[in-house]
């Protein structure tokens, strides 16, 4: 059974309510954690592309992604390192990490809510930084749960299970646009509620506290904004993973920030049929995410290693990336995407696990995640305008493979750089 790690001095809850987390909040947190991404990747994968074109036309359908994708992104770069700050110096009673899973999946439903029912673009804008903002938060503090409720010899288990959240909630989301495509609000404000749902199951399980304010560090703008910069020297572990994971996603988040437009464009089945299409290319790629992961969090525990299972999901993604290049069959695009699911799940099991090592301050765990997110934002910040101008008004996308190829075969190299762990 897992252990829960005792809450510090002063938290709130009985010892009766701190038992029964023990066996619950190990489903709570990845039932949270799957709710929050289904929530998040709703927009990105499916239905803001369709939004968009429902509202600026075929014309100006990609720039105009690209445009609110990357102004999205942005602000997940500023809420991730922000509100886990924020989440780590609350003092309220109810606790550091439920006020967050309370707060983050309402402000991200208003956003969802924003975008299903705006007919403008920047509607659509609005309502994306609101999510993007929202479901970070959510996310931050749930990280922070793992790593200070779960037992360092579960860890890898649970992180295990929470690796493939990503693609499985694109899955269902994917699955939820395609059941509800009939009504913009419903395929979005759908899986925000699941997202509040799971937020909900854990604040009534998990042990939480206030913030200790007699220990609490001085905090403003500047110190908000030196938060960002971690010197690569003092802790060059910490960089390297940081640098290893934002090349591997530089790499992945080609392929799911132009899924739709690929299939629709490169491929052929544009129309009634893309949303049926995506969805299958999305299904295996949530198979193989949620197959590596499961045993890569496995032979994470058993083996005590987390560098060779790094190494292969970064394989798997180079090998993705560049089977699409082949030729535009679906078939093809099939392949690659299990790829890619399989590097995906894989190399989410088990970096968690990783940086938790090598944090340079893991007494603020949820800001110290909050920057290390800034991994997985920046590329979704980048891949939409350099994307657009490498594919080009012809719709070239194998140029733009070959790049995240190159991405996640640096990822690979910069692991070595992550001294301390095998």
């Keep these: ?11 709130v809850g009985s010892p009766a309510v701190t038992a029964r987390a023990g066996a619950l909040l190990p489903i709570a947190l990845v039932a949270a954690y799957y709710g929050a991404y289904i929530a998040v990747m709703s927009p990105p994968t499916v239905s803001m592309a369709l939004r968009v074109r429902d509202v600026v036309g075929e014309g100006q359908r990609v720039s105009t992604l690209s445009t609110v994708l990357s102004v999205g992104a942005f602000a997940a770069a500023i809420a991730s390192p922000l509100l886990g700050a924020l989440s780590d110096r609350t003092t309220l009673r109810f606790g550091k990490r439920r006020t967050w899973l309370v707060i983050g999946p309402l402000v991200g439903l208003t956003g969802l809510a924003c975008i299903g029912l705006g007919g403008a673009v920047w509607l659509l804008v609005v309502g994306w930084v609101l999510a993007q903002a929202g479901w970070s938060g959510t996310l ?5 749960v793992l790593t200070e409720r779960i037992e360092p010899g579960m860890r890898g288990r649970v992180s295990g299970l929470m690796g493939p959240a990503m693609p499985i909630g694109m899955v269902a989301a994917t699955l939820l646009v395609s059941l509800l495509d009939f009504s913009p609000a419903l395929m979005l404000l759908v899986p925000g ?30 110190e908000f904004f030196s938060s ?14 940081f640098a290893s994971r934002f090349l591997m996603f530089s790499g992945v988040f080609i392929i799911l920030t132009y899924q739709t437009y690929i299939v629709s464009d490169r491929i052929g089945y544009g129309g ?3 949303a049926a299409k995506v969805f299958q290319s999305t299904l295996l790629l949530g198979a193989g995410s949620l197959a590596a992961s499961l045993l890569f969090g496995i032979l994470d525990d058993r083996t005590g290693r987390l560098k060779p299972w790094l190494r292969l999901a970064a394989l798997a993604s180079a090998a993705g990336l560049l089977v699409m290049c082949v030729n535009s069959s679906f078939g093809i695009f099939l392949a690659g995407m299990v790829l890619i699911g399989v590097a995906q799940g894989g190399y989410l099991s088990v970096d968690l696990p990783m940086v938790s090592r090598v944090l340079p301050d893991p007494e603020h765990a949820a800001q110290e995640l909050g920057v290390y997110n800034l991994a997985l934002v920046i590329p979704q910040m980048l891949i939409p305008l350099y994307g657009s101008l490498i594919v080009g008004a012809d719709d070239n996308y194998p140029p733009l493979f070959v790049v995240g190829a190159v991405c996640s075969a640096l990822a690979l190299a910069a692991l070595a750089g992550v001294r301390g762990v095998r």
Excluded: C, E, H
């Excluded at 200790?212 to 560090?217: F, R």
């Excluded at 960002?228 to 993973?241: C, E, G």
């Design 193 to 222: 509620l699941i997202g509040l749902a799971g937020a909900a199951l854990l604040v009534a399980v998990v042990p939480d506290s206030p913030a200790d304010k007699t220990a609490l560090p001085p905090f403003g703008p500047r």
């Design 1 to 11: 059974m897992t252990r829960v790690i005792p809450p510090a001095s002063g938290a």
């Design 228 to 241: 960002f910069y971690v010197n690569p020297r003092r802790y060059p572990a910490y960089a390297w993973a």
């Design 272 to 274: 009634d049929s893309t």
């Design 140 to 144: 931050m503090a749930a990280q922070a």
